[in-house]
């Protein structure tokens, strides 16, 4: 019997955007889920598991050797892409770290920005992480919505090249043009736009000079959220104007 390893619904998104063949790193592996279910379904042909402390790379290696992935898998004990050479791996996943942690590993890394596929998947500071490789020659081709448990995480596919300045609203939940097609989509900016309205709520009043601009930058967001969710909810009505069911 064909072995396999169950991934949790947001590392199933990033597995999905793996393409076929692929040598992949993955930046914080932990257990190596993600690399040892792509070799045990023949989608990569080899794999990079890194991470920065001992005790994750070594549950990684009881991954790897539980399955007799040895041969195939090579793990390395390095921050971020430290100990990974240009040209070794040319997919690359980062899933489960804060935006601002992904954005550091890059800027150490610059040969990402040539010819390497990256999966980014960030726990929180989405905006962050959108903004600057937006500023450092990274463009993101697209984007998707997974919900894991009661919590909503954004997935990212990004390469180098030249992506146009964002919009609070693009940084909060990406361009509209980089989305799939997904009714997902539309639960997810409604989560956004009530969290948002919550913390525009709470800046009522505040008189602090420094408030200001980013009152002002929620409000943009929250007109642009607004709208996606509303253009959102049209395409995801059947023809009869019914909710589809898959959106409650």
Same mark, same amino acid.
């Given at each position: 019997m064909r072995q396999t390893i169950q991934l949790t619904p947001r590392l199933r998104a990033a597995a999905d955007w793996v393409p076929e063949g692929a040598v992949l790193c993955d930046v914080g592996t932990d257990h190596a889920h993600l690399p040892a279910a792509l070799l045990l379904e023949g989608k990569i042909s080899r794999a990079i598991a890194s991470d920065i402390r001992p005790g994750p790379l070594s549950r990684a290696g009881e991954t790897v050797r539980r399955y007799g992935l040895e041969e195939r898998v090579e793990l390395r004990l390095c921050?971020?892409?430290?100990?990974?050479?240009?040209?070794?791996?040319?997919?690359?996943?980062?899933?489960?770290?804060?935006?601002e942690t992904i954005l550091h590993i890059l800027e150490a890394a610059p040969w990402t920005k040539q010819g390497v596929r990256l999966i980014l998947q960030p726990q929180?500071?989405?905006?962050?992480? *959108? #903004?600057?490789?937006?500023?450092?020659?990274y463009a993101v081709r697209r984007e998707r919505v997974?919900?894991?448990?009661?919590?909503?995480?954004?997935?990212?596919l990004a390469e180098g090249g030249e992506e146009p300045p964002l919009s609070p609203g693009e940084e909060l939940a990406g361009r509209p043009a980089h989305w799939i097609e997904e009714p997902e989509r539309l639960e997810a900016l409604r989560v956004l736009t009530e969290k948002n309205e919550r913390l525009l709520r709470g800046m009522e009043g505040s008189s602090k000079p420094e408030?200001?601009? *980013? #009152?002002?930058?929620?409000?943009?967001?929250?007109?642009e959220l607004t709208r996606w969710a509303e253009e959102q909810e049209r395409l995801w009505k059947n023809p009869n104007g019914v909710e589809n069911s898959n959106l409650k």
């Open positions: 921050p971020g892409l430290e100990g990974i050479a240009p040209g070794e791996a040319d997919t690359v996943t980062i899933c489960g770290m804060g935006g929180r500071s989405q905006p962050e992480l *959108r #903004r600057w490789l937006a500023e450092n020659g997974v919900k894991e448990g009661a919590r909503w995480y954004a997935l990212l408030d200001a601009p *980013r #009152r002002a930058w929620l409000q943009q967001a929250q007109g």
